[in-house]
């Protein structure tokens, strides 16, 4: 078949690992042809580009700032621009590729017309993996409304939503949590066509031994003495900065547990000022890494950490579960109630939940775990990451609903 993938996120290098890339990786070392179309963001200061790259059609189009950290009409303007600029590419450089599947991903919702026109010109299927669910995520964290001025819009992207539901055959949802929400909350879909789909890698063990984990803890001075928790990735509104801040303060005085917060984002500036204020001796603030970097400095540690804003009403599903995952970390998730990420932590016996409106709930699992021995949940967690959340897995599920 030949396989069209389009997304918003950075496309370079179909050997990076990452949930995308393990996927398309999938497909191409089964026989497929792969093309793909991203973004080369205003901001990069980047041409538009076609390349042939380890066996995969890339094409990266110039685009406005549609991600990171431009702001909210910025970047909600440079999406709905991206669809006559995505379909005038494929029309120049995809012109005589006849798809048979068309995939892309949320964010953003704004895909429609390239889709449709796909779909038109080729016949292909269309295949959603729906990794956010907007714009009810905005409204649940106070950047959007539904009524009044600010409402048009929301009724507005609401409708965008709607078509991408309509115009894909099939829906691809992170968890069963998510797609009971997805039916529940549009009637009007044919329910048979949302399915699981979840986050998915290509395994590979991230642990390290004794003697590397004790240099990468030298290095970036980590105490040897104290299980160390460790949060990784996006910092912004819907991590619910305001709640980390509270329960790090609750955790100041702690003298077996140590935190470690990597990442950047909208709101890391609310952080580094509670550091820079109460420059707490048990925990570390850092910026984004190189991901090899973050890699095996995440190994180093002993649990992961999940945050989410306690006011999401949909179910979040954050893909650095996976890497926590690959590292043998234990995880302590802290989220809303709706999200059903920590039933498969505590159900899989890979760690502990609580919500992220309970401060006094998150010190007793960190009490919890940094008590325990943690070597049989490290089992646990391989077998289940092994038994639900390779790309191998999620590759013949996909192929079996579209055919061969």
């Given at each position: 078949m030949n396989i069209l993938f389009m997304t918003i996120g950075k496309m370079d290098n179909i050997e990076d690992h990452t949930i995308y890339c393990d996927l398309l990786r999938c497909f191409r070392d089964a026989g497929h042809k792969v093309y793909t179309i991203s973004p080369y963001e205003k901001v990069t200061g980047l041409k538009t580009k076609y390349e042939e790259k380890s066996g995969v059609d890339m094409l990266h189009v110039k685009t406005g700032n549609v991600t990171g950290k431009a702001g909210l009409i910025e970047k909600g303007l440079a999406q709905l621009l991206i669809e006559p600029i995505f379909i005038k590419a494929i029309k120049r450089y995809y012109s005589d590729i006849k798809f048979?599947?068309?995939?892309?991903?949320?964010?953003?919702?704004?895909?429609?017309?390239?889709?449709?026109?796909?779909?038109?010109?080729?016949?292909?299927?269309?295949?959603?993996?729906?990794?956010?669910?907007?714009?009810q995520n905005a409204v649940d964290i106070g950047m959007m409304q539904k009524n009044g001025l600010k409402g048009i819009l929301y009724r507005f992207f609401r409708d965008k939503e709607k078509k991408l539901y309509k115009i894909s055959d099939y829906i691809g949802c992170m968890s069963k949590a998510n797609i009971e929400y997805v039916i529940r909350n549009n009637p009007e879909i044919n329910s048979d066509k949302v399915i699981l789909c979840p986050n998915c890698i290509e395994p590979i063990d991230m642990s390290i031994s004794t003697d590397i984990r004790k240099h990468l803890r030298e290095k970036y001075d980590i105490p040897q003495d104290k299980t160390v928790f460790v949060y990784g990735g996006n910092l912004g509104r819907p991590q619910g900065i305001p709640f980390i801040i509270k329960c790090l303060?609750?955790?100041?005085?702690?003298?077996?547990?140590?935190?470690?917060?990597?990442?950047?984002?909208?709101?890391?500036?609310?952080?580094?000022?509670?550091?820079?204020?109460?420059?707490?001796?048990?925990?570390?603030?850092?910026?984004?890494?190189?991901?090899?970097?973050?890699?095996?400095?995440?190994?180093?540690?002993?649990?992961?950490?999940?945050?989410?804003?306690?006011?999401?009403?949909?179910?979040?599903?954050?893909?650095?579960?996976?890497s926590y995952m690959q590292a043998k970390l234990p995880v302590l998730a802290v989220t809303d109630p709706n999200t059903d990420v920590g039933k498969v932590i505590t159900e899989g016996g890979f760690g502990w939940w609580c919500e992220s409106n309970n401060v006094n709930a998150f010190s007793k699992l960190v009490e919890t775990a940094s008590s325990v021995d943690l070597n049989q949940m490290k089992i646990n967690e391989t077998k289940y990451l092994m038994e639900n959340y390779t790309v191998s897995m999620v590759y013949e599920n996909i192929i079996n609903k579209i055919g061969r």
């Open positions: 048979d599947l068309v995939m892309y991903s949320t964010p953003p919702i704004t895909f429609c017309n390239v889709i449709g026109y796909i779909k038109k010109r080729d016949g292909a299927k269309s295949y959603l993996l729906l990794k956010d669910i907007f714009p303060k609750k955790q100041k005085e702690n003298k077996t547990a140590f935190f470690l917060i990597v990442g950047d984002g909208t709101e890391f500036g609310k952080l580094k000022e509670f550091f820079d204020k109460e420059n707490p001796d048990n925990m570390k603030l850092m910026s984004k890494l190189p991901k090899d970097d973050y890699d095996t400095m995440i190994a180093a540690c002993d649990v992961g950490l999940i945050f989410l804003d306690h006011r999401f009403t949909i179910p979040n599903f954050p893909s650095r579960l996976l």
